[in-house]
């Protein structure tokens, strides 16, 4: 029985031995795994840490070509700053009232955190956090805000990596320039700013103290949402401030007494030139992506010149609101470009500030109507027509797409035999559609390109008056920049150069042209378009020297144009029209457009001249080009005599034109003593009648003064496609002309000196620049000297 007891007693603690090992092994090997998954989490912590930098995503800057900043895009609203360039007060504030251990701990405070456990028990609520800055940082980098107990060990074990890794000084500068302060900004200077309209560098004590309170609780101690919360939030920090030993007493009570002012901003596409900046953002995106774009923190240079786009703005505003209610148009746009780098200088895509849409550059563009002649003409020139070359403004029709097309000019009649230049100047569509035929449509299509137009252009005749199923106005403006430019189209270019936040050179963009026409050929171009001024459906626009231009007028009145510019110098056009096409009312280029681009050029050019310090624009004169080119052709034998006084008298072409020379100086007839003149052609009864009197008059006679009478100004309207539009002849009525004065032929060279100081005065039809006749439906009075009154009867209207 005994030795039973004891067998028994024998096996007891052998069975507690196995339960105490097996009780040992779980509880280390518990031990192990825990710390082998702190090792594990510990090791793919670690991998966390970049390789490389880890400065905080910055916004893009965009600015125009004056210094003025356009732009700020963002998906976080940040301008990284070094340490540096902070105040010492911002750093100070930070510390204080975040981190008072910063300096002293290795990333993770422990007394700090005993210090908040107590505090936050002791008051039955959350009132302090145990987080260091560098904790902060790394959540801020790495991790979510997750309230888990393995993001705190992960925030914990990068705090202590981050301190092994980076200065504290380098930890400070990523926390003030990462971290959120309310209102959609990010760092200390996107919130200085946001705030106080300034730069950090330029905060005082109380704004400090401010800004450094917000990262507690950036929805609810944001100025912008309560001024009360905000001031109660500083007074905390100064007082923080105060205890450390950051301030003195003079300067808590002084910072205390500040009363916050914020600036009132909008923090969002708060953009200046919001079309152009929306333009050139597209363009960004396109070439690096949004996630550079919007993070990168590029420094984007444009050519937009901001004194010349608040001009655009401006007329364009103007004009539109001007001319909306009579004309019944609602919206527009306006483009300029430098002609000889292809710099775009102005952007306006709508007449309403909180349009979004750019009609400059987006959708398919509108029909340009009588714009596009001006690729017809550039076509022919090429082809070896000169703007003395003639055709005939008669009925005509054509097959197009198996059915019969009579084009009509705007005022719904024939002009009988006309040179290029006035059917230029005046706008004439069935001109415009007989050359377009003879050079072929295709060659017209070619030209388009080649000069700017992006468009799909089918090769069919009506092309010649703007049937195209849409222009955008940009193209528009970049083709006529080639004629400016002397013939060499230029490449637009809305971004000069892109670089990193540390100024290193991610993109420059220099000029590039190609010649579309010899220099030769664009001076015949030149010339006409600066007959559209002096002498055609420009005419009403003077303000601008030098100006060339031309209107264009849609089917139905849809659409309004005006493309104008000022050689070597700046091009610009502008469209009128609404967005749901409905037709405007008596609506052209010269009478809306026109203005609304005199507006704007009287203001730009001054600024764009600036550019070139003086440099004298180099305008050629084109008569030896056209010789040449009528030489090469066979057709020189209404060239001028180069000796004798003959060689000063007008003559009359082939064509019915009249070539005289006239003085650079005077624009009156020249003489010998002339040191500049140029010949010029002109219709019969508009040319000069006198001749100069600065620089003597060569024993000629200038027109008496008492024999002058001012003329009727030429009709305004452009000639487009329109059909449907009523004439509006300046005059009714005529007065028929003595019996005597039809038949005289223009008299000699001998006989105008010895007659020149008699007039007489006759009806001319306003349509053939002839002698009215009784066929002839309008007529005005005008006053000649009797050896320079029109020699024939109008032929057009009837014998």
């Known amino acids: 029985m005994t030795d039973i007891v004891r067998k028994r007693k024998r096996r007891r603690p052998g069975i507690c031995r196995i339960f105490t090992r097996f009780l040992q092994t779980c509880i280390l090997g518990g031990i192990a795994a825990v710390v082998g998954m702190t090792i594990a989490m510990f090791i793919s912590t670690a991998n966390m840490l970049p390789t490389n930098s880890i400065e905080a995503p910055e916004a893009t800057l965009i600015y125009s070509s004056d210094g003025v900043l356009l732009a700020r895009i963002f998906d976080e609203d940040r301008t990284n700053v070094a340490l540096k360039d902070m105040p010492k007060n911002l750093k100070n504030a930070t510390v204080a009232i975040e981190d008072e251990r910063f300096y002293q701990h290795s990333g993770v405070d422990v007394r700090g955190i005993a210090r908040a456990l107590v505090v936050n028990i002791t008051h039955g609520e959350t009132k302090e956090g145990g987080s260091t800055i560098t904790q902060q940082l790394a959540r801020n980098i790495y991790l979510s805000s997750d309230r888990t107990m393995s993001r705190k060990i992960r925030e914990a074990i990068l705090a202590l990596l981050l301190e092994k890794n980076l200065s504290k000084d380098r930890i400070l500068e990523l926390y003030l320039n990462r971290t959120f302060y309310g209102n959609r900004t990010f760092g200390v200077e996107a919130a200085s700013k946001a705030y106080f309209g300034k730069s950090v560098k330029d905060l005082n004590l109380s704004q400090c103290a401010m800004i450094a309170g917000l990262p507690a609780r950036p929805s609810g101690y944001a100025p912008t949402k309560s001024m009360e919360l905000a001031t109660k939030r500083r007074d905390v920090v100064l007082r923080r401030m105060k205890k450390l030993g950051y301030i003195t007493d003079a300067e808590y009570q002084k910072a205390v007494a500040e009363k916050i002012v914020i600036v009132k901003s909008s923090r969002r596409n708060n953009f200046k030139a919001k079309h152009f900046v929306s333009y050139v953002i597209n ?149 415009a559609v007989k050359m377009c035929k003879e050079v072929g449509p295709k060659n017209v299509v070619k030209y388009a390109h080649d000069m700017g137009i992006t468009s799909d252009i089918e090769p069919y005749l009506a092309i010649a008056l703007g049937g195209v199923k849409g222009v955008k106005l940009l193209d528009i403006c970049n083709a006529y920049g080639t004629f400016a430019n002397n013939g060499i189209h230029m490449q637009p270019i809305a971004i000069t150069k892109v670089t990193d936040t540390k100024g290193n050179i991610i993109e420059e963009n220099k000029p590039k042209g190609n010649k579309v026409i010899t220099p030769a050929q664009n001076r015949m171009m030149d010339q006409m378009f600066r007959a559209v001024m002096t002498s055609g459906t420009g005419r009403p626009i003077r303000g601008i020297a030098d100006a060339r231009g031309k209107t264009g007028t849609t089917n139905d009145n849809r659409d309004a144009w005006w493309a104008g510019y000022v050689p070597n ?115 019969p009864g508009e ?70 100081e008699h007039t007489v005065t006759v009806s001319v039809c306003p349509a053939s620049g002839m002698i009215a006749g009784s066929s002839c439906p309008n007529s005005v009075r005008k006053t000649f000297t009797a050896g320079d009154m029109p020699s024939r009867i109008c032929n057009i209207h009837g014998r």
């Not at 704007?600 to 600024?607: E, G, H, Q, T, V």
């Open 283 to 431: 363009q960004l995106k396109d070439r690096y992506g949004e996630e550079l774009v919007y993070k990168g923190g590029l420094r984007v240079y444009t050519t937009l010149n901001y004194d010349m786009q608040q001009a655009g703005e401006d007329a364009l505003e103007r004009g539109v609101k001007r001319y909306g209610r009579a004309h019944r148009l609602s919206q527009g746009a306006l483009a300029a470009i430098d002609v000889n780098t292809g710099y775009i200088k102005t952007m306006v895509g709508s007449a309403t500030p909180d349009s979004d849409f750019n009609r400059c550059v987006q959708g398919n563009g509108r029909q340009p109507g009588s714009l596009f002649k001006a690729f017809v003409y550039t076509a022919a020139i090429a082809k070896g027509k000169t703007p003395n070359t003639t055709i005939v403004d008669a009925p005509v029709t054509f097959r197009s797409g198996g059915k019969p097309w009579s084009p009509k000019n705007f005022d719904r009649r024939y002009h009988g035999t006309v040179t290029m230049q006035t059917a230029v100047a005046q706008s004439m569509n069935i001109p």
């Open 569 to 683: 110098r700046l091009v610009s056009v502008v469209w009128v029209g609404n967005d749901d096409y409905s037709p405007m009312y008596n609506a052209w280029g010269s009478n809306t457009c026109g203005y609304i681009w005199q507006n704007y050029m009287s203001k730009a050019l001054p600024i764009c001249n600036k550019t070139y310090k003086g440099k004298p624009r180099k305008i050629e004169n084109v008569d030896d080009d056209v010789r040449k080119t009528e030489r090469r052709n066979g057709r020189g034998s209404d060239t001028l005599d180069e000796d004798g006084d003959s060689a000063f008298e007008p003559k009359e072409s082939s064509d019915g034109m009249i070539r005289v020379r006239v003085c650079g100086s005077s624009g009156m007839r020249a003489t010998r003593r002339c040191p500049h003149w140029r010949t010029k052609t002109f219709s």
């Open 687 to 756: 040319e000069p009648s006198g001749y100069c009197t600065q620089h003597g008059g060569g024993g000629r006679q200038s027109r008496p003064e008492s024999t002058r009478q001012s003329e009727p100004a030429p009709r305004e309207r452009d000639s487009g496609d329109t059909e449907n539009t009523p004439s509006d002849d300046a005059r009714s009525g005529r007065t028929r002309v003595a019996k005597s004065a039809l038949g005289k032929r223009v008299a000699s060279s001998s006989e105008r000196s010895e007659r020149s």
